[in-house]
């Protein structure tokens, strides 16, 4: 329990700078006050990212005394490896696109509903069966961070479009449904391939096949000048590469916690984790700060909170039961040994 509570303040902690410094970056004008730039380049910062990522992984192997098993890793593996590597570069398009077709309410439940398709991807794709409370826990999680983040008042600058499209609805859907496939697509490598996969050997390999891929859409597509533009801009705004690099490294050191949390605890509990952040956060600043929440909001919280209760309660339980059998059948071989 304590390691996962490490997992979270680290997850929480990290992916706060990531998120103020990934802030800065795109909304921080750069260059002459009379001619200001912004950096829109996405696809290179996603690849910086990568790259930085798959450096920080190899550094985290070598120190906990492992090797990249490169030749134990079997062909299957590294088709894994791709694939989930693709997915994980494929859906942040979608994310990117449907923000243009969307409205802020919709964007925000899009993101509160993560848990569903990570559930329906592991149920129809690879056929994993949950316990009845899983399906419980999630729906609970899911409706108490929707509550939560609709109730909230919201930000003027944050609408985005009056409405919402049917076009933009299906990018979102798009992307939600990539990152469920992304995600249990992780889980069934750790499942069938757990001598050989540790979070850092996830972690080194879907970056470094992430930034290949990257690099290949960067430097071949014939109608994308992206990389040049960057290059450009960098040589122009040098400001901006601290910020750019500081963007990789706060997510690289929060993907050291996730793929921890991901080998150890599964998909599910990590997507809980993450949905939750910004309710946790909020709380906090309640506390710390005395805001104040609607009934919608603390309505939302009493949900999460049932569903954490739920899950800890049963695991619990289950932890007991299986202390009791491990107990019974210590006493049976000892019995057994008497006899003999």
Same mark, same amino acid.
């Given at each position: ?130 316990? =009845?409370?899983? %399906?419980?826990?999630?729906? &609970? !999680? @899911?409706?108490? #961070? ?115 949390? =991901?080998?150890? %605890?599964?998909?599910?509990? &990590? !997507? @809980?984790?993450? #949905? ?65």
């Amino acid at each position: 329990m304590l390691r996962f509570a490490l997992c979270v303040i680290g997850i929480y902690v990290c992916f706060l700078t990531w998120g103020v410094v990934q802030e800065r970056v795109t909304t921080t004008t750069y260059g002459d006050i009379e001619a200001p730039k912004k950096f829109r380049f996405f696809i290179v910062l996603n690849l910086i990212q990568s790259v930085i990522a798959t450096v920080v992984a190899y550094v985290y192997l070598k120190g906990c005394g492992r090797s990249l098993n490169i030749k134990e890793t079997p062909r299957s593996l590294y088709l894994k490896y791709i694939q989930v590597a693709i997915f994980n570069c494929s859906g942040s398009p979608f994310g990117y696109a449907a923000l243009k077709h969307i409205d802020y309410p919709t964007m925000i439940l899009g993101k509160s509903c993560k848990l569903i398709p990570v559930l329906f991807m592991n149920v129809l794709v690879y056929r994993r069966r949950f316990p =009845l409370h899983k %399906y419980v826990c999630v729906g &609970l !999680v @899911t409706l108490g #961070v929707s509550m939560f983040m609709l109730y909230q008042t919201a930000n003027p600058a944050k609408k985005g479009p009056a409405s919402s499209s049917m076009w933009g609805l299906f990018l979102l859907s798009m992307n939600l449904a990539i990152d469920g496939l992304t995600n249990a697509t992780q889980d069934q490598i750790f499942g069938k391939y757990n001598h050989l996969v540790s979070g850092q050997h996830m972690m080194f390999y879907m970056n470094l096949f992430g930034s290949l891929i990257l690099s290949s859409y960067l430097l071949l597509h014939p109608f994308n000048d992206e990389l040049q533009q960057a290059l450009s801009f960098f040589q122009d705004h040098p400001a901006v590469i601290r910020d750019v690099f500081l963007f990789g490294f706060c997510g690289a050191l929060g993907q050291c916690f996730i793929f921890y949390t =991901l080998q150890h %605890y599964g998909s599910l509990r &990590l !997507v @809980t984790v993450t #949905v939750t952040r910004k309710l946790f956060t909020m709380l906090l600043s309640v506390f710390w700060f005395s805001h104040t929440l609607s009934g919608g909001q603390w309505s939302g919280v009493a949900l999460v909170f049932s569903a954490i209760g739920i899950e800890a309660y049963i695991g619990k339980k289950q932890k007991l039961s299986k202390k009791i059998v491990m107990d019974e059948n210590v006493d049976i071989k000892g019995v057994v040994n008497k006899k003999d």
